[in-house]
């Protein structure tokens, strides 16, 4: 495991290993929310390696074992306090002989207030070591991703819903992002993007007021803990938070994606696993004696031919995966003794053929199967579904250019076909149209949107979807009167390929904007006036090894054409995006509100080994096409409130000490996994955060005098 995976991955078993009771076994104590950071970051076996008996959820009744003291692993909320004070005051016998707490993210001073004073009144404080506060309060999908709350966040910020109030969604979502920044040592530069596209939130974009909140919160956590960020050895200069929103780049979550991790989470019906790091897909596949049999697939960073492949070009992953299983049988040639000449696949079928003799190695089999399997169903979901020509229109529009790099005159005569075609998906009629909107920039006029509604025969939702689009910035109807250049506008400006320039893929082309961004940053080229600072004093130049200015030249006059931008997979055919490497320079982290999609997380991984960093991009939900287009729909109407992931609390009943307590129960009944099918992260990385985690101050005085606190502290009884 490496990237932000790693990191805290690394924090949180530093943390376990911290708490070596006398007695050496100790328990585990989660909430249903605290337990989803452990379930992503860590796996089962790693963490009962440390000594650790049980894993309990705290609202799950209990049974006692006052001989054994208990690491608390929670989120700071009313309810989890509650019941966290309860296993120590319900019941004549305490839960536990101590307790280790440590809390997700900081106490907020009426909450810290509450707990002390229950604490206090209960007599509960003896049994309290400590108590720290981890600030960890997001979740890792990827090596080098990550996701914060509200899911709501992109109709929070872009619907029109009254009632709803943005500031709150942001200063949730920047409260996260201060873990994010703990959790890596950083105090980072903040630079944001200084206006919406389109003419939304006029005032102040969304990207600067969660800048400013996290600016906030940054300095508080600084000033309380003046020993951060910790001392690096060698020195390395400070990372970048970069944030930006949605509208950026409308046109990214609605084109195909022709890699391997796209076409699954956009063609096929997979689901997301429990502990959110991948996608579960059914996998069919014909046993030995020739029947039909089902078995769920786990698609994560645990499954390394899946990684090797998951940001390929489709028409790449298949010479993967006959190379890597070559590799397989050179080292295992006693496998191959037995078959004959041929040791060495050409094809798939050579491949599938020596896997049917290979029954010494059945996972082997089955993980490759699997991968066949639903490379080629994607494919054949390309085939049916005209993905083909859809494919070329969408990169002919969000591109400028046709692939010979001519200007494309027949875009409307090659769509209609394709709006009346019943083996196209309305959804992708939708998303066609949608690009097409935003092709034209200034908008269509409404007599045309509704003819070309009528040819795509779509739903009132799709309808309403594209209807949508003016709240993410795009222009729907067609304006004469000329506008002022924008960022999104300039780098749409035509720019031909060389006629000796290699072409890379057809339906490739399209080099999201997030690309181009995170190349200007590290090359000082990034317009201070287009991506802001929070802070005027970390506007001068660079540490980071460049000499130039920031934001000389601009990021539209970098030189390079978004259209012309070769894509890095094409070039790089044996590389293997998002493994383990050595990097240099300062850290970059790019915030996108309103969802990121699988471009964009590709983007990330290429652009972090073209240059050599450490770069690690979040939001609040990595997006879908099929999502997109729902969150669209819902653009207009009232913001859905967030489940709740802890129930409410209720005290326990005078007859707890009397009643009979039920098995305890271990994580993994909990949240319904298993040892040996467990997907929590597990390796740690070599990167490490000595954080002030490890600092704590004295919280409880006898005087009427209350201290205030955000930073770490330990309670001593």
């Given at each position: 495991?490496?990237?932000i995976?790693?990191?805290m991955?690394?924090?949180?078993?530093?943390s376990i290993?911290?708490?070596?009771?006398?007695?050496?076994?100790?328990?585990?104590?989660?909430?249903?929310?605290?337990?989803?950071?452990l379930?992503?970051?860590c796996?089962?076996?790693?963490?009962?390696e440390?000594n650790?008996?049980?894993?309990?959820?705290?609202?799950?009744?209990?049974q006692p074992?006052?001989?054994?003291?208990?690491f608390?692993?929670?989120?700071p909320?009313?309810?989890?306090?509650?019941?966290?004070v309860d296993?120590?005051?319900a019941?004549?016998?305490?839960?536990?002989?101590?307790?280790?707490?440590?809390f997700?993210s900081?106490?907020?001073?009426?909450?810290f207030?509450?707990?002390?004073?229950?604490?206090k009144?209960t007599g509960?404080s003896?049994y309290?070591?400590n108590l720290?506060?981890l600030y960890?309060d997001f979740m890792?999908?990827?090596s080098?991703?990550?996701?914060v709350?509200?899911i709501?966040?992109?109709?929070?910020?872009?619907g029109?819903?009254?009632?709803?109030r943005i500031?709150?969604s942001?200063?949730?979502?920047?409260?996260q992002?201060?873990?994010?920044?703990?959790?890596?040592?950083e105090d980072?530069?903040?630079?944001?993007?200084?206006q919406?596209?389109?003419?939304?939130?006029?005032?102040?974009?969304?990207a600067?007021?969660?800048a400013?909140?996290v600016?906030?919160?940054?300095?508080?956590?600084?000033?309380?803990n003046p020993n951060f960020?910790?001392?690096?050895?060698?020195?390395q200069?400070?990372?970048?938070?970069?944030i930006?929103?949605r509208?950026?780049d409308?046109?990214?979550?609605?084109?195909h994606e022709?890699?391997?991790?796209?076409?699954?989470?956009?063609?096929l019906p997979?689901?997301?696993?429990?502990?959110?790091?991948?996608?579960?897909?059914?996998?069919?596949?014909?046993q030995?004696?020739?029947?039909?049999?089902t078995?769920?697939?786990?698609?994560?960073?645990e499954?390394?031919v899946?990684?090797s492949?998951?940001?390929m070009h489709?028409a790449e992953?298949?010479?993967?995966?006959?190379?890597?299983?070559?590799?397989?049988?050179h080292e295992?040639?006693?496998?191959?003794?037995?078959?004959g000449?041929?040791s060495?696949?050409k094809?798939?079928?050579d491949?599938?053929?020596?896997?049917n003799n290979?029954p010494?190695?059945?996972?082997?089999?089955?993980?490759?199967?699997?991968?066949l399997?639903?490379?080629?169903?994607?494919m054949?979901?390309?085939?049916r579904?005209k993905?083909?020509?859809?494919?070329?229109?969408?990169?002919?529009?969000?591109?400028?250019?046709t692939?010979e790099?001519l200007?494309?005159?027949t875009?409307?005569?090659?769509?209609?076909?394709?709006?009346d075609?019943?083996?196209v998906?309305?959804t992708?009629?939708?998303?066609?149209?949608?690009l097409?909107i935003?092709?034209?920039?200034g908008?269509i006029?409404?007599?045309?949107?509704?003819?070309?509604?009528?040819?795509?025969?779509?739903?009132?939702?799709?309808r309403t979807?594209?209807?949508?689009l003016?709240?993410?910035?795009?222009k729907l109807?067609r304006?004469?009167?000329?506008?002022?250049s924008?960022?999104?506008?300039?780098?749409r400006?035509?720019?031909r390929?060389?006629?000796d320039?290699?072409?890379?893929?057809?339906?490739?082309?399209?080099i999201?904007v997030l690309?181009k961004v995170?190349?200007a940053?590290?090359?000082?080229?990034?317009?201070?006036?287009?991506?802001?600072?929070?802070?005027?004093?970390d506007?001068?130049p660079?540490?980071?090894g460049?000499?130039?200015a920031?934001?000389?030249?601009g990021?539209?006059?970098?030189g390079?054409?978004?259209?012309?931008?070769?894509?890095?997979?094409?070039?790089?055919?044996?590389s293997?995006?998002?493994?383990?490497r050595?990097?240099n320079?300062?850290?970059?982290?790019?915030?996108?509100?309103?969802?990121?999609?699988?471009?964009?997380?590709?983007?990330?991984y290429?652009?972090?080994?073209?240059?050599?960093?450490?770069?690690?991009?979040g939001s609040?939900?990595i997006?879908?096409?099929?999502?997109?287009?729902?969150?669209?729909?819902h653009?207009?109407?009232?913001?859905?409130?967030?489940a709740?992931?802890?129930?409410?609390?209720?005290?326990?009943s005078?007859?707890r000490q009397?009643?009979s307590?039920?098995m305890?129960?271990s994580?993994?009944?909990?949240?319904h996994?298993?040892?040996?099918?467990?997907h929590?992260?597990?390796?740690?990385?070599?990167l490490?955060?000595?954080?002030?985690?490890e600092?704590?101050?004295a919280?409880?005085?006898d005087g009427?005098?209350?201290?205030?606190?955000?930073?770490l502290?330990?309670?001593?009884?």
């Amino acid at each position: 495991m490496s990237g932000i995976a790693g990191i805290m991955n690394k924090r949180l078993m530093d943390s376990i290993k911290s708490v070596q009771p006398p007695g050496k076994w100790k328990i585990i104590v989660v909430d249903s929310k605290s337990v989803r950071i452990l379930n992503a970051a860590c796996k089962m076996y790693d963490i009962l390696e440390e000594n650790v008996t049980l894993v309990e959820n705290i609202e799950k009744k209990r049974q006692p074992y006052p001989s054994l003291e208990a690491f608390y692993f929670l989120t700071p909320c009313r309810e989890s306090i509650l019941r966290l004070v309860d296993d120590f005051t319900a019941s004549k016998t305490p839960s536990y002989k101590a307790a280790h707490v440590h809390f997700t993210s900081g106490l907020d001073d009426a909450l810290f207030d509450d707990l002390n004073r229950k604490l206090k009144s209960t007599g509960a404080s003896e049994y309290i070591l400590n108590l720290k506060e981890l600030y960890v309060d997001f979740m890792v999908a990827e090596s080098s991703v990550f996701t914060v709350e509200p899911i709501t966040g992109f109709q929070s910020v872009f619907g029109d819903d009254p009632t709803c109030r943005i500031s709150d969604s942001l200063r949730q979502t920047a409260k996260q992002l201060l873990s994010v920044c703990a959790t890596l040592g950083e105090d980072p530069i903040i630079r944001y993007q200084s206006q919406s596209e389109g003419g939304i939130h006029p005032k102040v974009s969304p990207a600067e007021r969660l800048a400013n909140y996290v600016q906030q919160e940054v300095d508080d956590f600084c000033r309380l803990n003046p020993n951060f960020p910790p001392p690096r050895h060698p020195p390395q200069p400070r990372a970048t938070l970069l944030i930006v929103d949605r509208s950026i780049d409308p046109a990214a979550p609605l084109l195909h994606e022709f890699t391997y991790q796209a076409m699954i989470n956009d063609l096929l019906p997979v689901e997301d696993t429990a502990n959110h790091v991948g996608v579960k897909y059914i996998h069919e596949f014909h046993q030995a004696d020739g029947s039909l049999d089902t078995k769920d697939v786990i698609l994560d960073e645990e499954d390394n031919v899946y990684k090797s492949i998951r940001n390929m070009h489709i028409a790449e992953c298949s010479d993967r995966l006959i190379e890597k299983f070559n590799e397989f049988m050179h080292e295992n040639k006693a496998a191959t003794e037995d078959d004959g000449p041929k040791s060495t696949a050409k094809s798939l079928k050579d491949m599938k053929n020596m896997l049917n003799n290979l029954p010494q190695y059945q996972d082997l089999k089955a993980k490759y199967s699997a991968h066949l399997s639903i490379a080629q169903e994607c494919m054949s979901f390309f085939e049916r579904h005209k993905l083909n020509s859809v494919g070329t229109l969408e990169q002919n529009m969000v591109t400028g250019e046709t692939a010979e790099g001519l200007s494309p005159k027949t875009i409307v005569l090659d769509m209609v076909p394709l709006l009346d075609d019943p083996h196209v998906s309305p959804t992708d009629k939708a998303r066609l149209l949608m690009l097409y909107i935003i092709w034209k920039e200034g908008g269509i006029f409404e007599d045309d949107k509704r003819k070309l509604f009528e040819h795509a025969k779509l739903s009132r939702d799709l309808r309403t979807a594209i209807n949508n689009l003016p709240l993410i910035g795009v222009k729907l109807t067609r304006v004469r009167s000329k506008e002022k250049s924008s960022f999104l506008k300039k780098r749409r400006e035509k720019h031909r390929r060389d006629k000796d320039e290699e072409t890379p893929y057809e339906l490739s082309r399209y080099i999201p904007v997030l690309k181009k961004v995170m190349d200007a940053q590290f090359t000082n080229t990034l317009d201070p006036q287009q991506f802001s600072f929070t802070r005027e004093s970390d506007m001068e130049p660079s540490s980071d090894g460049h000499n130039q200015a920031v934001g000389q030249g601009g990021m539209p006059n970098s030189g390079v054409s978004l259209r012309t931008t070769k894509p890095t997979w094409s070039s790089k055919k044996n590389s293997t995006l998002g493994a383990s490497r050595a990097t240099n320079g300062a850290k970059l982290v790019i915030f996108v509100i309103g969802g990121i999609t699988y471009s964009e997380i590709r983007s990330v991984y290429e652009v972090a080994e073209a240059h050599n960093r450490d770069i690690f991009i979040g939001s609040t939900e990595i997006l879908r096409p099929q999502q997109f287009i729902e969150h669209l729909t819902h653009l207009r109407g009232p913001v859905p409130l967030p489940a709740n992931i802890i129930p409410p609390y209720v005290p326990p009943s005078p007859k707890r000490q009397s009643d009979s307590v039920s098995m305890t129960a271990s994580l993994m009944s909990h949240m319904h996994i298993n040892s040996s099918n467990s997907h929590l992260s597990s390796k740690s990385s070599s990167l490490s955060m000595s954080t002030s985690s490890e600092k704590m101050s004295a919280a409880y005085e006898d005087g009427k005098e209350k201290k205030k606190k955000k930073g770490l502290k330990k309670f001593f009884g």
